[in-house]
């Protein structure tokens, strides 16, 4: 009987800890969700804004400036390293296999097709995603954001449309450059081992790409540019806890979009695939 | 610890136009009770002050009043329109009327004063023409005693300018009714009775309605019509400077004690 009694105890015992579940485990997956959604409305009003005037194209032109104009030293040098890096690193094993000639044309469809948009994108989510999570970051704390909802004014036409456009349009442009740089760079480096003409460089480089290499890389590249702005925008745009805060939103800007990047990628490299198996 | 509003002096106000009304206005943040049962009332051309301790909830209070914070329960009406149940856009009609001047100053530091007085003239009216604007920026420069200031950034003016600068910025939308939270903190004597001063002459030159947020005194004395002390979420008592001043309630009183 004792023995009976203490299983329906143990039993009630094992009871109450299902009872008492701690869910305070799943808060980081609550924390993420809300994340999700706070971005994806986010990004909502974004596009009623993006139609709804007054049409800030000055505003626009700045940030694209601005955007442009910061990165191109900074993406031009690691663009020619890249190039470079990439050729003398691949050299060794095109010689082994008696493929020399083939570097230009297999380096160029690497850069083209993913190192070249990806690399330009990190460093832009690194230089320009932290500059506009912390320059709205610290205008959220100064209230400086408030300043203009109490003017009447939208600060998010003013503030989020056009940053978002701007890395939306500005990163593409700045991905081109860096794939032209890469490729002088690839060129010094092949140079460096022997020598061939620039045309023929040019010619050996540009015979191995193909439409399909520069079309989907080229696209994936806008989509980048917005996850960029939407991102950095909205952790600037809803920082707290003052100064510390606009440190995170700057931090978190980087990180997130770094992470966006590599998602937009292997999304962006699968339905190339699709679309160009079903395209042959 | 009083336990009922004290109204010193009932007869002030309902003898005008109220613009704005808040009755058991209610605001908590995370289960903390900030607002309890507000009730009041801003009448057409008089300046409230507000005292009150600090983290009582009076920046609270003056942003429900603009929609920048919603309250959890309680009606609160500017003129005659409840916030709640505003759309953005009446939102943001509404906001041009009401005026805010931020403790911090909130001037847009990447623009220069000129271009923070222009940037809620051009986005809120139909002016597109550039001498107008322009006009309309140096008379409310004018207003302040700033028109020198007009291609200086933010960075580059004192804290008693900064707050010049914000007030005209709220001028230039010819505003009915001003917000000020803090108007005077972090400024020395002289520039607190400046800024003071200039609340009252703008009141008297636009007839526009106030609430002014202040711990301090003298600017509490040369701007109030009417005071309302805030204290644990309600309004604890309610009178002129004098009056509240002269009190023989001894909580009352310790407000005003300098020493």
């Given at each position: 009987m004792k023995l009976n009694i203490k299983k329906i105890f143990s039993k009630k015992a094992a009871n109450e800890n299902q009872d008492e579940f701690?869910?305070?485990?799943?808060k980081n997956i609550e924390r993420f969700l809300n994340e999700i959604g706070g971005l994806s409305r986010f990004a909502g009003n974004f596009f009623c804004e993006l139609?709804?005037?007054?049409?800030?194209h000055k505003e626009f032109l700045k940030q694209s400036y601005n955007i442009g104009l910061s990165t191109l030293p900074l993406i031009g040098i690691t663009a020619f390293i890249m190039g470079l890096v990439l050729t003398l690193q691949s050299r060794p094993v095109m010689v082994e296999f008696g493929a020399e000639s083939w570097l230009p044309g297999m380096v160029s469809v690497s850069i083209v097709r993913e190192i070249g948009p990806v690399i330009t994108a990190l460093i832009c989510a690194g230089k320009i995603g932290s500059g506009i999570g912390a320059e709205l970051g610290s205008m959220r704390v100064t209230e400086q954001i408030d300043a203009m909802d109490v003017s009447g004014t939208n600060p998010m036409n003013y503030l989020v449309v056009t940053r978002v456009l701007a890395t939306t349009f500005m990163i593409p442009i700045l991905v081109f450059y860096s794939d032209a740089i890469s490729f002088f760079g690839t060129y010094v480096a092949v140079n460096l081992h022997g020598f061939i003409s620039f045309p023929l460089f040019i010619n050996q480089a540009f015979d191995s790409l193909h439409y399909y290499d520069l079309f989907p890389a080229t696209i994936k590249t806008y989509f980048f540019g917005f996850a960029i702005g939407i991102i950095s925008c909205y952790k600037g745009y809803y920082s707290e806890n003052g100064t510390e805060g606009v440190g995170k939103a700057a931090n978190s800007a980087v990180v997130i979009s770094s992470l966006a990047i590599f998602i937009i990628d292997l999304i962006a490299v699968q339905l190339s695939e699709i679309i160009h198996i079903f395209s042959m | 610890m009083l336990k009922q509003k004290i109204n010193i002096n009932n007869d002030i106000v309902n003898t005008q136009e109220a613009v704005v009304q808040i009755e058991h206005l209610k605001k908590s943040f995370n289960g903390n009770s900030v607002l309890k049962d507000i009730n009041m009332i801003l009448s057409e051309g008089e300046n409230v002050v507000i005292l009150g301790?600090?983290?009582?909830?009076k920046s609270v209070l003056i942003k429900c009043i603009v929609g920048l914070i919603y309250p959890d329960s309680g009606s609160l009406k500017v003129f005659n329109k409840e916030i709640a149940e505003m759309n953005p856009r009446e939102l943001n009609t509404l906001r041009t009327k009401v005026g805010f001047i931020f403790q911090g100053n909130a001037?847009?530091?990447?623009?220069?004063v000129k271009e923070n007085l222009e940037f809620p003239l051009r986005r809120n009216k139909?002016?597109?023409d550039s001498h107008i604007i322009e006009g309309l920026i140096v008379e409310a420069l004018e207003n302040v005693g700033l028109?020198?200031?007009?291609?200086?950034?933010?960075?580059?003016?004192s804290g008693g300018m900064k707050k010049r600068i914000g007030l005209a910025r709220t001028l230039i939308l010819k505003p009915d009714i001003i917000l000020y939270d803090?108007?005077?903190?972090?400024?020395?004597p002289l520039t607190s009775r400046e800024i003071s001063s200039l609340i009252l002459n703008i009141q008297g030159k636009y007839k526009t309605s106030s609430i002014i947020i202040s711990h301090d005194l003298n600017c509490a004395k040369i701007t109030s019509n009417r005071m309302l002390i805030l204290h644990e979420g309600v309004i604890r008592a309610e009178g002129k400077f004098d009056e509240l001043k002269n009190s023989t309630d001894e909580w009352i009183s310790s407000y005003f004690k300098t020493d």
């Open positions: 701690d869910f305070s485990r799943f139609f709804r005037p007054p049409y800030e | 301790k600090s983290g009582i909830g001037l847009y530091d990447s623009m220069t139909t002016i597109t028109v020198d200031a007009i291609d200086k950034m933010p960075s580059e003016l803090e108007p005077t903190t972090g400024l020395d």
